[in-house]
Structure formats: C-alpha cells, structure tokens
C-alpha cells in the first residue's frame, strides 16, 4: 500500500544515455524536492542559454508523437518523459526536480528498470505532509475510431486495464489488469521495453524518430518473431510496457489517481487526452488529502495541488 505521507528521494541520483528518438547523449540528476513541490523538469544547456522549468503537467504537453514531450520545443523542452515518470509513480514519489542537459530523455534500457534501480539505490525519504490524491468521481471516456480510453471511479487505489491489438501476429491481442502498488509496479511492469516494427523503421527515421533505436534498447518486432537474440522479458511484454506507459503518462495529472483507468488501442495521445477530459469538468474530480490510512479531507474547491500559475513562464 501507498504511504499517507509525501514521499521524496533520500538524494540525488544521476543518470546518462542518449535519447531513443534524437539520439543525443544527455544527462540526468534526480534531485530531492519540497512536499508538495511535485514533479518538475529543469532544462539546462538550450541553446538560448536560460534554464527552463517545467512542470510535469498534462497541459505543457506539446507532442505526443511516438513519446510525450514537455515544454515548448522552440525555448527548451523535454521529450520521452513518460518512462521516468512511470518510475516515479510507480514507486510512489510524489516530489522531485529532474535536471536534464539535453532535449530528451536518455532511453537506457528501453524500460523503468534503470530509473527504479537508481531511485532504489539512493531511497526514498518520506516527508511530514500528508499526501494528496486525485480521486476520480465521474466517468470520463474518450474515443477515436475504435479504440477508447476511460477513467472511472473506485473505492480505493488505481487500477490499469489495458489492451492493444496490432496486426503483427508477433504482437498480436493482449490485455492485462494490475493493481498498481510498487511491489507490483517492480514486479510486473518497471522491466518491460518499449517496442517497434522492424517495418517502421524507415518510415520513423525518415521523420526524424527512432534515430538512437538499437536492439540495446528496444525490442525489435519482424514478420514472424522478435529480432533480439534475448527475446522477451515477459511473454506479454508489449502490453505490459503499454501499461508501463500509461502510469508515465497519467502521472501528468499532477497527483497520484484513485480510480480505474481502461483503454484499448490507446498510446499517449489518448492518456493526455483522457487526462484534459478529465480537467475540463471540475465536476468529474476531487482533491484529497490522506487523513490517517482511511480518512480523507476534499481539498478540491481550493484547487490545491493542481495549479501551474508558479510555472506559468514557461507555458
Ligand atoms: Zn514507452
């Protein structure tokens, strides 16, 4: 189970690697941060010369293209934020600044392992500020064509329910249910790598993505079978890193989610989507504050935990 407390790293963690889309080399602190800071980038070295903060919050979305990307391309922005933030949620760390030298994230392995390893490995400190949630009290559901994604309410906790459908008969149907907690998150999600179609590749180096992609850090999907010589991590690997995904991308909200989230056939476009759905009634949500391990207060008419007017400049 999830503390009630705010949670922080005990210290900086460092990470480096080039990004799976540019295939530039950057490097990446994970620092420690005030309750109720939350997550926040700091993008050091554009070519500007000023630094640019930017909070991890759905409405700074500026691509969802093959990765989420953060912040405005053209002043200082961060791409493939979705697997870090993933980790962060997973773990349940509510704050911390993430100082990043270059325009994206470092892929690493193609998973969250390495970033739940780095956070493992310094700990996590929790902070004397009782957590808050945001607790999902209507069903918000967005479509396109046939696939879907929905968020819904429930008694306690988040849970994912997703699954792809893709031509490749490697890939093929699947779907998957978890309880997110981190013991779950570790054991069942954090290790799953992003994948794509041998197919596509062209096509995707052609637009300017996929250009740091190697079998190191993706796993690549032929005709008939996967293409790295290890094969897969887990038998449903494809939907479990589509899962791994989603908690990257719902963490956009700002706060960790009480509800159940299902798509099918979605991918990051449809879980910001979801998201701005969400935001655009305030009757669709509330914002908690943990009261002990039952008891909560509704903090949402304050619009505490939400507000991005301290970022503004960066919009
Ligand atoms: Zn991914």
Redesign the pocket.
């Known amino acids: 189970m999830r503390t009630h407390k705010q949670t922080t790293l005990k210290g900086p963690a460092t990470l480096s690697g080039i990004g799976v889309h540019s295939g530039n080399p950057a490097e990446i602190t994970i620092r420690p941060a005030p309750a109720n800071h939350g997550i926040a980038f700091l993008r050091t070295g554009t070519t500007h010369g000023n630094d640019r903060l930017i909070k991890a919050h759905h409405a700074l979305v500026s691509a969802t293209e093959l990765c989420t990307v953060l912040g405005d391309v053209e002043t200082g922005a961060v791409a493939t934020v979705?697997?870090l933030m993933s980790a962060l949620y997973g773990l349940g760390v509510d704050n911390a600044l993430i100082e990043i030298d270059g325009p994206e994230m470092p892929i690493l392995d193609g998973s969250a392992l390495p970033f739940v390893q780095a956070i493992d490995q310094i700990g996590i400190a929790t902070c004397d500020t009782p957590r808050r949630w945001l607790k999902i009290l209507r069903h918000v559901r967005i479509e396109a064509g046939t696939s879907f994604a929905e968020l819904r309410p429930i008694d306690r906790g988040f849970r994912l329910d997703v699954e792809i459908d893709f031509e490749s008969p490697v890939i093929g149907r699947s779907r998957k249910a978890m309880d997110l907690s981190p013991a779950t998150y570790r054991r069942e999600i954090a290790g799953a790598r992003?994948f794509g179609m041998m197919r596509d590749v062209e096509r995707y180096w052609k637009a300017g993505f996929a250009l740091g992609a190697s079998l190191e850090n993706t796993v690549a999907v032929g005709e008939t079978a996967v293409v790295n010589p290890e094969g897969l991590r887990f038998q449903d690997e494809f939907v479990r890193?589509k899962i791994?995904?989603a908690i990257g991308d719902l963490a956009l909200a700002g706060l960790p989610i009480q509800g159940a989230y299902r798509s099918y056939c979605g991918g990051h476009r449809m879980n910001v989507g979801v998201l701005s759905a969400l935001f655009a009634d305030r009757a669709n949500y509330a914002v908690v504050e943990a009261q002990g391990s039952r008891r909560e207060t509704v903090l949402s008419e304050l619009g505490v935990g939400l507000g991005i007017a301290a970022f503004a400049g960066d919009l």
């Open positions: 979705e697997h992003t890193h791994l995904d």
